[in-house]
């Protein structure tokens, strides 16, 4: 791939939403993997039928929709059912990752993903930024978010890799157990260095 990609990381409660959003603010070209793991397993996609006929039909809503939440509670509390549905959607999802981040328009590129560094992801990228902060505040923040019990959100951290592993990977670090105005200044900078890099990142290809 020839444009400069920023794969933007880390557990969930972090941040990477918030963070991500103020790059796109900026105009930066966002490939989001959540949401084409949504897309793909919409009604009349394939990897739709596949699931409703492991699982059953029960876990359709009535609109034909699926149940997200009774997957996740599946999939994070049977090792065997979360490695099915990962072969089942990972490659499908790499597909669409992969079309999206050809038609960036923009200087670099950020794929957002929550597995990037668990999947092969991490290959289309040339800079891994992880959005860190303390597991107990990935907890409580989640737990109050989605509204989870604490059992259910230390299941889906156990199933990422740990903070350790994520910053241990890391090109750049973005702290966000502090107040806004931070967060705020952490990107301006790192803007600024993902800028100079796709510069230079152009000039050798």
Known sequence: ?????????????????TVA????AKGIDLVDADIVAREIVEPGQPALEAIAERFGTDILANDGSLRR??????????????????????????????DQLNQAQSSYAMLVSPLL??????????????????????????????NNSLEQVKAIMKAQTSRANRLKQADSRIDNSQQPDSLNKQVDDLHQQFLSLATAHNETR
């Open 1 to 17: 791939m020839s444009r400069y990609i920023v794969g933007l990381t880390g557990g969930i409660g972090s941040g990477k939403t």
């Open 21 to 24: 959003n103020l790059f796109g």
């Open 69 to 98: 939440a009774q997957l996740r509670q599946i999939v994070f509390t049977d090792p065997q059912q979360r490695i099915w549905l990962e072969q089942l959607t990972h490659p499908l999802i790499r597909r669409r990752i992969l």
């Open 117 to 146: 560094l668990e999947t092969n992801q991490r290959q289309l990228c040339n800079h891994i930024l992880v959005v860190d902060l303390p597991e107990s505040l990935q907890l409580e923040r989640t737990a109050r978010r989605d």
